[in-house]
């Protein structure tokens, strides 16, 4: 009777870990990276993180030669 109470308490012990290791898998999996702000660029329409991005005039750029044209 005791070997049966033991084994029972070593499964439950070995699904208790495989639980909370897969459940750490699926959080992991879930975070995936940051999400950035994204803007366009007023004179080709690219699409570029806020951060790469070049700022004039209130308008986004995706490059120096883009803000630096006639009209922008």
Not at 4 to 14: P, R
Request: aromatic share 6%; net charge positive.
């Amino acid at each position: 009777m005791g070997k049966i109470l033991l084994l029972a308490i070593a499964v439950w012990l070995l699904l208790s870990v495989l639980k909370r290791y897969r459940s750490s898998l699926e959080t992991s999996a879930k975070q995936g990276p940051a999400a950035e702000d994204m803007v366009q660029c007023a004179s080709c329409g690219l699409h570029l993180p806020k951060p790469d991005s070049i700022q004039k005039n209130g308008r986004y750029y995706c490059c120096t030669a883009h803000s630096n044209e006639p009209g922008s």
